[in-house]
Nanobody
Framework: QVQLVESGGGSVQAGGSLRLSCVASGDRGIFLAWFRQAPGKERERVAG????????YYDDSLRGRFTISQDNAKNTVYLQMNSRKPEETGMYYC??????????????????WGQGTPVTVAS
């Protein structure tokens, strides 16, 4: 059983920065991603990374402001978020996928999810 624990959420002013962490107990799988869910909306992709090789993927609207990275020694994946916007408020979830193939943007690809960490971007 894999457990994912997110941390680092909180409140930030628009334009500010925040870094989220996702610590995995055990195997992180093939691919790990961050998703965001705003109140009343569906969960949507933010960024993803291949555990072996480190290739990264981003939602087009976030490219250049967000950076996903990993520390293999700590079994941790990070999400650095800069130049925050109020519309990026929501619960941020870490997800791990163990099956090859499929689009990283789809929630169905992932086998394990964390409990989420809340982020509020104030205008």
């Amino acid at each position: 059983q894999v457990q994912l624990v997110e941390s680092g959420g909180g409140s930030v002013q628009a334009g500010g920065s925040l870094r989220l962490s996702c610590v995995a107990s055990g195997d992180r799988g093939i691919f790990l991603a961050w998703f965001r869910q705003a109140p009343g909306k569906e969960r949507e992709r933010v960024a993803g990374i291949y555990i072996h090789g480190g290739m990264t993927y981003y939602d087009d609207s976030l490219r250049g402001r967000f950076t996903i990275s990993q520390d293999n020694a700590k079994n941790t994946v990070y999400l650095q978020m800069n130049s925050r916007k109020p519309e990026e408020t929501g619960m941020y979830y870490c997800a791990a996928g163990f099956r090859p193939g499929g689009s990283w943007t789809r929630v169905e690809r992932y086998d394990y999810w964390g409990q989420g960490t809340p982020v509020t971007v104030a205008s």
